[in-house]
T-cell receptor
Framework: NAGVTQTPKFQVLKTGQSMTLQCAQD?????MYWYRQDPGMGLRLIYY???????DKGEVPNGYNVSRLNKREFSLRLESAAPSQTSVYFC?????????????FGPGTRLTVL | AQSVTQPDIHITVSEGASLELRCNYS??????LFWYVQSPGQGLQLLLK??????LVQGIKGFEAEFKRSQSSFNLRKPSVHWSDAAEYFC????????????FGKGTKLSVIP
């Protein structure tokens, strides 16, 4: 049982490049989330998926898109990366509509945009 | 919309001393409350959670927290700090809409002096 996994662990991009961050969970959770963490800012919600087939914007969605590929996988895409998107990105999941409220977090992806 | 305030950005304590980290929340209904810990370069790990019932909750690693509705607080305590407790601590409040989203405070960094 791996919990929540994220790939890649580290990434360096140039301004304007695109990339997709992958997230998968093996806990049969309904809901999945993408956060970014910046120094002194805590975690801010980018997008979430309350259940398979639905996605919604969080607090800071601009510059990002998401896809809930199936119940296990939730990807985050940067279409044209900007230096302001340099951050640590965390994926999380929980039972959501049914089950426990606790969110389980992946290890994070450290992204630098030059 | 819910919000969380952690008034202390950085706290330094001596090993063996007691610890209290403050958390105040704003939420229009009965809150779900969480404390997470993040070691450097790691993801977030749940320390404890409050959903309902007993207002004093016990967590892992000897931590406890007390929910005080009248003060809108959920402070984290530990009677004797160990050097390994040095980390960043995040308080979060959970909403029930849309799959149990969490709103995080900006975190309190704990340093422990040997």
């Amino acid at each position: 049982n791996a919990g929540v996994t994220q790939t890649p662990k580290f990434q360096v991009l140039k301004t304007g490049q695109s990339m997709t961050l992958q997230c998968a969970q093996d806990m049969n959770h309904n809901s999945m989330y993408w956060y970014r963490q910046d120094p002194g800012m805590g975690l801010r919600l980018i997008y979430y998926s309350a259940s398979e087939g639905t996605t919604d914007k969080g607090e800071v969605p601009n510059g990002y898109n998401v896809s809930r590929l199936n119940k296990r996988e939730f990807s985050l895409r940067l279409e044209s990366a900007a230096p302001s998107q340099t951050s640590v990105y965390f994926c999380a999941s929980n039972g959501g509509l049914t089950g426990d409220n606790e969110q389980f977090f992946g290890p994070g992806t450290r992204l630098t945009v030059l | 919309a819910q919000s969380v305030t952690q008034p202390d950005i950085h706290i330094t304590v001596s090993e063996g001393a007691s610890l209290e980290l403050r958390c105040n929340y704003s939420y229009g209904a009965t809150p779900y409350l969480f404390w997470y810990v993040q070691s450097p370069g790691q993801g977030l790990q749940l320390l404890l959670k409050y959903f309902s019932g007993d207002t004093l909750v016990q967590g892992i690693k000897g931590f406890e927290a007390e929910f005080k509705r009248s003060q809108s607080s959920f402070n984290l305590r530990k009677p004797s700090v160990h050097w390994s407790d040095a980390a960043e601590y995040f308080c979060a409040v959970g909403a029930r809409a849309g799959g149990y989203q969490l709103t995080f405070g900006k975190g309190t960094k704990l340093s422990v002096i040997p």
